[in-house]
Nanobody, 117 residues
């Protein structure tokens, strides 16, 4: 069974940087969309950034200019470089991969990011 394994979360001061990484433990063919979502305590899970297999990216307005998503199609990995972190970025971050055919969404277990003021 394929699992997404995340790494790179932790505690950082405001203004600092973290890099999240996510890799599939097995082989997933034809992933067309990868991304990151986050969920703060008491709030819904929200999109942070996505990237298509062609390299097109989409970002939440709150992270534009600070976060950068990238992927390695050959390795089925996706990363999120987070700079100029703010306390409001504190959340559990979830990796996401979508297989179009047959359709299936894969989710990671989540990694905690805490930004102190």
């Amino acid at each position: 069974q394929v699992q997404l394994v995340e790494s790179g979360g932790g505690l950082v001061q405001a203004g600092g940087s973290l890099r999240l990484a996510c890799a599939a433990s097995g082989t997933i063919f034809s992933i067309n969309l990868m991304g990151w979502y986050r969920q703060a305590p008491g709030k819904q899970r929200d999109l942070v950034a996505t990237i298509t297999n062609g390299g097109s990216t989409n970002y939440a307005d709150s992270v534009k200019g600070r976060f950068t998503i990238s992927r390695d199609n050959a390795k089925n990995t996706v990363s999120l470089q987070m700079n100029s972190l703010k306390p409001e970025d504190t959340a559990v971050y979830y990796c996401y991969m979508r297989r179009p055919l047959p359709p299936y969404d894969y989710w990671g277990q989540g990694t905690q990011v805490t930004v102190s003021s």
